[in-house]
């Protein structure tokens, strides 16, 4: 999810259309000079070709896209894909420029003349879904009946598991994870120490990012070992939205 998008002038710092479409809250003028310096910044660094950013904020990402005097920025889910997301954005300048460009050269500061481009920016970003990849949650199938089983407790209250609840950390473990796969998978050789750490972070709450940012490993190693468990027959998928 795209959970907010500035559309931003280049030379005044001032925000032309706000767009809200997920949870992210911000206080726009100051993400507008903040990221309106950035930009200042980032342009006369890469002399003038104003290259993307993208901004790492632990549980989202920021991306920014400068171009024709606009810069244009959104809040995304992490596991939004950012190539789909910089061309979306993209698309977004360039229509604006196509619109208003004749606008913005001799632009007296009043953001009505923008008015009606907020529909646009909804269509071209879907809501801000444009960029959204269904998650896969890994899950040790000895945990799969107990997770489903506190899915269905919350289901009756109308809740669902979102991608918004694991971006919460919390210290309190189900009791249902303290349960072990027999330890012969180690000593027939299946899986060594280390895998079988790792497997017991696959919770349902968890995604490979999650493990190998809790297991102080890199994540390329926790995805191989995933893959592993997953071969072995152990392993379920939960898909999140």
Request: with cysteine; net charge negative.
């Amino acid at each position: 999810m795209l959970h907010n998008v500035y559309l931003i002038h280049q030379l005044t710092g001032i925000c032309l259309i706000h767009r809200k479409y997920g949870s992210i809250e911000f206080n726009q003028d100051l993400v507008s000079g903040f990221l309106t310096a950035l930009k200042d910044f980032s342009v006369e660094f890469s002399k003038g070709s104003g290259e993307l950013k993208v901004i790492d904020m632990q549980v989202f990402y920021l991306m920014l896209v400068f171009k024709e005097g606009v810069l244009i920025t959104a809040a995304a889910d992490k596991n939004d894909d950012s190539k789909i997301t910089h061309k979306a954005l993209s698309d977004v300048i360039d229509k604006f420029v196509e619109r208003f460009g004749d606008k913005l050269d001799d632009w007296s500061g009043d953001i009505r003349v923008f008015q009606g481009f907020d529909d646009l920016i909804d269509q071209t970003l879907q809501r801000g879904k444009i960029a959204e990849i269904q998650l896969q949650i890994p899950i040790l199938k000895i945990y799969k009946k107990d997770f489903q089983k506190s899915q269905s407790k919350i289901a009756k209250k109308g809740m669902i598991l979102s991608a918004e609840d694991l971006q919460e950390v919390t210290d309190k473990k189900p009791e249902w994870t303290a349960k072990r796969l027999p330890k012969q998978v180690m000593t027939q050789g299946f899986l060594d120490e280390k895998q079988y750490e790792i497997a017991h972070f696959a919770d349902g709450f968890h995604t490979v990012s999650d493990i190998a940012e809790e297991a102080g490993i890199p994540e390329a190693k926790v995805q191989v070992i995933i893959e592993s468990l997953d071969s072995l027959g152990l392993l379920k998928f939960i898909e999140i939205k």
